[in-house]
């Protein structure tokens, strides 16, 4: 009889145990999104640099692609002081020249940013040694190109030099390239954006680039490198789509149609981190036309940070006839 009580209990307690603790379930997959269009007015001097959230569909903001001349690094162990690449910027190394006397630049190799957003290919690379724990310049002048307007004017050259990087802020001073008059400058590192902007032009720090956490993708101008049939490589200005460095990936599928690429798939994939990985071509110029077509065959297929999917693709780049307006269709997988 006591073995019988016993047993019932531990029946019991079983029970209340199991009544306790949930069972393990599968979390279910939020529902697929719907498909949106959005057209992103960079307007037909492309003079608008737009960003752009996958999730929302939305333009989160919108700047002038000439107010900015530098960007600077803000993760914390960042350094990599970037150009302005939407306005054809350009960087020399001239030495270790005395700052604030005349340049002359004749002859000098001019260094552009590559697009593809990978540190080593930033024009002014490492510009500093470190000293007892402090990052200061390796006493290097540089001779920068600020590029060119909408209109296609040259905007003038001046000099640089970037003195420090000390508890977050980076120190740097520019002049005219015949010398004269000295600006100091600094900028101090915001963690919520991966690059600060700085107009020597305007004379401050510019909050151009949403959070981090905001935005997908920009819209925009930039320079790359394209390549002769002789294999020589030379600096181009072109019109796509660069992608926020904090954690985004692409694919590219040209073989699938738009409608059938599913979350299955796109886990299949090989996908890319270069900053240009969505780039200029899905648009083809036709010089006999004097038109772009868009190539409507390839769709994009992105991940974010947060392990969601969306693909895309363009279906025009024009707006009652005028180019600059890019039609997209976005879907979350």
């Keep these: 009889m006591k073995k019988l009580l016993i047993l019932i209990l531990v029946s019991f307690m079983s029970l209340g145990l199991d009544s ?16 949106l269009v959005d057209t992103i007015a960079m307007t037909s001097s492309y003079q608008l640099q737009l960003y752009f959230r996958l999730d929302s569909g939305a333009v989160v903001s919108t700047n002038k692609r000439t107010e900015s001349d530098l960007g600077f690094e803000c993760s914390q162990t960042g350094y990599h002081i970037i150009l302005n690449s939407a306005d054809f910027m350009r960087i020399a190394d001239m030495g270790a020249l005395s700052f604030g006397q005349p340049i ?12 593809d957003g990978n540190p080593d290919s930033i024009a002014s690379g490492r510009w500093f040694n470190v000293t007892g724990g402090d990052t200061v310049s390796n006493g290097h002048v540089w001779a920068l190109d600020m590029g060119r307007d909408t ?25 005219g390239i015949k010398g004269g008059s000295i600006a100091s400058a600094s900028v101090m590192k ?68 738009f409608a059938s ?58 707006r009652a006839g005028v180019k600059g307006y890019p039609v997209i269709e976005t879907q979350r997988l």
Excluded at 20 to 35: H, T
Excluded at 151 to 175: C, E, M, P, V
Excluded at 221 to 242: D, E, I, K, M
Aim: proline share 3%.
């Design 20 to 35: 306790c603790f949930k069972k393990d379930s599968m979390v279910p997959m939020p529902d697929r999104g719907n498909v």
């Design 104 to 115: 002359d630049t004749s002859g000098v190799k001019w260094k552009f940013d590559k697009s």
């Design 151 to 175: 209109a296609g004017n040259a905007l003038g050259l001046k000099q640089i030099i970037f003195d420090s990087l000390k508890h977050g802020i980076y120190y740097f001073r520019t002049a």
């Design 190 to 257: 915001d963690a919520s954006v991966n690059f600060l902007y700085y107009g020597i032009r305007k004379g401050g720090v510019l909050s151009l680039e949403p959070s981090k956490s905001r935005y997908d993708l920009l819209f925009t101008q930039y320079t790359t490198l394209l390549f002769t049939s002789g294999g020589a490589a030379y600096p181009y200005l072109v019109t796509g789509v660069l992608l926020n460095p904090n954690g985004l990936k692409v694919a590219v599928d040209s073989v699938h149609a």
């Design 261 to 318: 690429i599913d979350l299955n798939l796109a886990r299949t994939m090989s996908y890319s981190s270069a900053a240009d990985a969505i780039g200029y071509d899905w648009k083809v110029y036709n010089f006999a036309a004097g038109s772009y077509t868009v190539r409507t065959n390839l769709a994009f297929i992105i991940t974010d940070i947060k392990g969601y999917y969306y693909k895309l693709r363009f279906t025009s780049f024009y």
